[in-house]
């Protein structure tokens, strides 16, 4: 097992599935039950999912929203995710604890370093909700902080790309992928992975940075036990 204690990023969109919007049980059961199987090696996890499949906050600009009324919306629409995930975990036997980044009453507990940290070493899988409680701040943000915080070995970036290529591997048929790449090469070569204030708050704590398909079933558990799935930044 190479990693002890992990933050893994996962997407909201990724949660819709292909109806690319609200909650997609099929990709919602996959999710859990591979956490379950690494929180069972004695992982322990704390996750930060958006809540892009609900709404997004910098899109409901487009429609007129204020942006920091929007930006609240997308902070309650990754709560209804965090719900989602923690409801699934109890339903397959796994504990799970959702925290919230402000005050949401009986929904979730409020997030404190101290609780969550706690909850982790009793082999609770928990839910880090409400991104970092602040507008104008984006949930890779949020993973970044939470994995910063709780003193993560790693922040593991679940997408449906297997790792970082030169280009987009959905657009771009000759693109290749990085098998490792340091943070100042991403920079350098402008490759989106996450938004710039999440990535460089991982630069300068170095708090190294694992992209790899969660969509994949199985996958996870090889990034645990140090299999070459996805990309490695640091």
Known sequence: ?????ILLKLSGQSLAGEKGTGIDTGVLNSYVKQIKE?????????IVIGGGNIFRGLSGTELGFDRVKGDYMGMLATIINGLALTSAFEAIGQPAKLFTAFDTGPAGERYSKPKVTEALKQG???????GTGNPYFSTDSGAALRALEI???ILLKGTRVDGVYTADPEKDPTATKFKEISFDEVIEKNLKIMDLTAFTMCRQNNMPVYVFDMDTEGNLKKVINGEDTGTLIK
Not at 38 to 46: C, D, H, K, M
Request: aromatic share 8%.
């Open 1 to 5: 097992m190479k990693y002890k204690r």
């Open 38 to 46: 690494v929180a069972q090696q004695g992982v322990e996890i704390g």
């Open 124 to 130: 609770y899988v928990t839910l880090l909700t409400g």
């Open 151 to 153: 003193e993560a070995d």
